[in-house]
């Protein structure tokens, strides 16, 4: 069905959604560079401005400070999907459809429910989103329970 190509990619984005919402999955992109930056340049200054104990100062509230940064900036699977460009939902839709391609279906309400009714495709369309997810946006994933 090539002439309906970008239906059948939504119809996919919708499917991952939908699995991962029900998953309660989170992604963090990590910013533990930055986080490492903060906490350098947080204790350096506390090191110029009060000697050894401005450091020892400086390094706990930077590390606080870069510790804080990196966490809480997990995002709902279903929205970062949804927030990936063309190009990358292609790359997630190719990695789908292979695990789905024996299914018949004519919309995302379709593909959902014959999905939903498989614990061996919700495993399958999981791990693949999950290796995505780690490799292609270098996230960490989490479920919320």
């Known amino acids: 069905r090539?002439?309906?190509?970008?239906?059948?990619?939504?119809?996919?984005m919708k499917l991952l959604c939908s699995i991962s919402e029900e998953r309660k999955m989170?992604?963090?992109v990590k910013h533990s560079g930055?986080?490492?930056l903060v906490t350098g340049a947080v204790a350096f200054v506390g090191g110029l401005v009060g000697g050894p104990p401005g450091l020892a100062v400086g390094g706990?509230?930077?590390?606080?400070l870069g510790a804080w940064m990196t966490s809480g900036?997990?995002?709902?699977i279903?929205?970062?999907?949804m927030e990936l460009p063309?190009?990358?939902?292609q790359k997630l839709f190719n990695e789908a459809a292979a695990i789905v391609r024996h299914l018949e279906w004519t919309d995302?309400?379709?593909?959902?429910?014959?999905?939903?009714?498989?614990?061996?495709l919700q495993q399958q369309l999981l791990a693949m989103l999950v290796s995505y997810i780690n490799k292609e946006l270098r996230a960490e994933v989490r479920y919320d329970d």
């Open 2 to 12: 090539p002439a309906n190509m970008p239906i059948m990619v939504e119809d996919i």
């Open 26 to 28: 989170k992604a963090a």
């Open 34 to 36: 930055r986080g490492a």
């Open 60 to 64: 706990a509230v930077g590390g606080l």
């Open 73 to 76: 900036q997990f995002k709902p």
């Open 78 to 81: 279903p929205q970062i999907i």
């Open 86 to 89: 063309p190009s990358e939902q």
């Open 108 to 120: 995302a309400v379709q593909l959902t429910a014959l999905v939903m009714g498989s614990e061996a």
